[in-house]
């Protein structure tokens, strides 16, 4: 009965490669966040979608693009990857408009560009 | 821009020894102040929220206090599986603000 699940849970491949990592939530939030943790674990905003509308963009390199197929799903593709793209990404979601902002977070997936 | 600075960084104690962790923030209309729980190889999990000055949680022996510039989350008679990675963050969900966090390590 996991709430917002990712896959893979890691994931290690080569400079230049293009790679996705999907996730899902069984909550019934409006909106899904793509956080990333670096190495001294860091947390930052990445981006944010509402409703599958992107509300929030972080600066992050159009390397990286969002998708949400349906409010339930926000799936990250990234594209030549590089080196200093290795972290911790973390799928968070949440309902909209409420003031008690309650995250709920994925387990993470490992990213290790090589 | 929100900026929130948590200390210490690291902290290693007995078990049954009380302490306190600290998240001083700066923003610009506090919409939330917010503490998570990691554990390795896991994600945040939600503890408090925490909205004006004075306001107080409670959660077995975890308590979190706020003031305008800074929050503590006050730990009492802690076990080893209190140990983790302590989280603050500041902001609506629009966009939280983490701080780096605080390891506490509790030694049985």
């Known amino acids: 009965d996991t709430a917002v699940s990712q896959t893979p849970k890691y994931l290690v491949t080569q400079m230049g490669n293009d790679k996705s990592i999907k996730c899902e939530q069984n909550?019934?939030?409006?909106?899904m966040y793509w956080y990333k943790q670096d190495s001294k674990k860091f947390l930052k905003i990445m981006f944010s979608?509402?409703?599958?509308?992107?509300?929030i963009n972080e600066t992050v390199p159009n390397r990286f693009s969002p998708k949400s197929p349906d409010k339930a799903h926000l799936n990250l593709h990234i594209n030549s990857l590089e080196l200093g793209d290795s972290a911790v990404y973390f799928c968070?979601?949440?309902?909209?408009?409420?003031?008690?902002?309650?995250?709920?977070f994925g387990q993470g997936t490992r990213l290790t560009v090589v | 821009e929100d900026q929130v600075t948590q200390s210490p960084e690291a902290l290693r104690l007995q078990e049954g020894e009380s302490s306190s962790l600290n998240c001083s923030y700066t923003?610009?209309?506090?919409?939330?102040l917010f503490w998570y729980r990691q554990d390795p190889g896991k994600g945040p999990e939600f503890l408090f929220t925490?909205?004006?000055a004075g306001e107080e949680k409670e959660k077995e022996r975890l308590k979190a206090t706020i003031t305008k510039k800074e929050s503590f989350l006050h730990i009492t008679a802690p076990k080893p599986e209190d140990s983790a990675t302590y989280l603050c963050?500041?902001?609506?969900?629009?966009?939280?603000?983490f701080g780096t966090g605080t390891r506490l390590t509790i030694i049985p």
């Open positions: 968070a979601s949440t309902p909209l408009l409420r003031r008690n902002t309650e995250a709920f």
């Open positions: 909550l019934g939030h409006d909106t």
């Open positions: 979608y509402n409703n599958k509308e992107l509300i």
């Open positions: 923003v610009s209309g506090l919409r939330g």
């Open positions: 925490l909205y004006s």
């Open positions: 963050a500041v902001g609506a969900m629009k966009k939280l603000t």
